[in-house]
């Protein structure tokens, strides 16, 4: 059968939700893979050194404090 998609990526299987709200920790990883790249994407700053040049980076702080957000969400909403 053809995984469901949406906007051509494919969503995170039935299986690994249901893993996750039993509190399995490799489906928890695998849901915190599978956003990583819009946690990125809302983590990038342009950062300016001390020559004033501007450097496109993930702010990996701010990375961190949204997976845990995440993984706090996810294990208390059982």
Do not use: W
Not at 61 to 74: D, G, N, P, S
């Amino acid at each position: 059968m053809k995984q469901p998609t949406f906007c051509g990526r494919e969503l995170l299987p039935l299986s690994v939700i249901e893993a996750v709200r039993v509190g399995d920790p490799l489906a928890v990883e695998s849901v915190l893979r599978y956003y990583d790249g819009y946690m990125n994407k809302l983590c990038t700053r342009t950062l300016y050194d001390l020559n004033s040049l501007p450097h496109v980076r993930v702010d990996e702080y701010m990375k961190h404090r949204l997976q845990a957000k995440l993984t706090e969400v996810i294990v208390n909403k059982k």
